[in-house]
């Protein structure tokens, strides 16, 4: 199975430059970081991105971020974050938000796989869509997490005025029931039938 090649999503203002590697290279940089740190087998499928912040101080680092999932279903590439000096990476599902000026401090997405990434600029929104749930990252990290919007499976209908809208699948009902979310908090406005 061929996957479809890295995404990049540069919606939101950022001072980096990164560029998606076709493989590790032979010659490591000086500095080289594997996300998350204790992955086993990082190099089978890992998204290899040489980053350069703008920072005068901060120098060029290899990110090595392990892959979740072999399947064209889960994304991988490159956005850009609501703080200009972090970018996410993606491979596979699995989401890291990565201090550019700072690669230590990294946050991974506890989601298995990450489905969608959707930027949402005039917002400050960065928004991650898992089976279940969607979260909300802002220039400060987490801003909300909703809560189970479905048994299994989500699809963003619309996003307007503050509200987003979406379709969710009950298992019980067995069938898809809607879905409205307040952008500001990540409340259930409308309920599941």
């Not at 809560?147 to 005025?161: P, Q, V």
Request: proline share 9%.
């Amino acid at each position: 199975m061929t996957l479809p090649g890295p995404s990049i999503e540069l919606s939101f203002p950022h001072r980096w430059q990164a560029e998606v590697l076709a493989a590790r290279p032979l010659i490591l940089p000086p500095r080289h970081f594997v996300y998350p740190r204790a992955a086993e087998e990082v190099e089978r499928g890992a998204l290899e991105v040489l980053i350069r912040p703008a920072a005068p101080e901060a120098q060029p680092f290899l990110a090595t971020c392990a892959l979740g999932f072999h399947d064209p279903a889960a994304p991988t590439g490159l956005w850009s974050a609501p703080n200009p000096e972090e970018i996410c990476a993606v491979a596979g599902g699995y989401a890291y938000l990565i201090d550019s000026t700072a690669p230590e401090r990294f946050t991974m997405i506890a989601y298995r796989p990450v489905l969608e990434i959707r930027p949402l600029v005039r917002e400050g929104l960065l928004l991650f869509v898992g089976h279940h749930s969607i979260l909300a990252w802002g220039r400060e990290g987490q801003v909300w997490e909703s809560e189970k919007l479905s048994d299994e499976g989500l699809t963003i209908t619309g996003i307007e005025g503050g509200v987003l809208c979406g379709m969710g699948w009950q298992m019980i009902a067995d069938k898809e029931v809607p879905f409205v979310l307040d952008l500001r908090s990540g409340s259930l406005i409308r309920s599941r039938a």
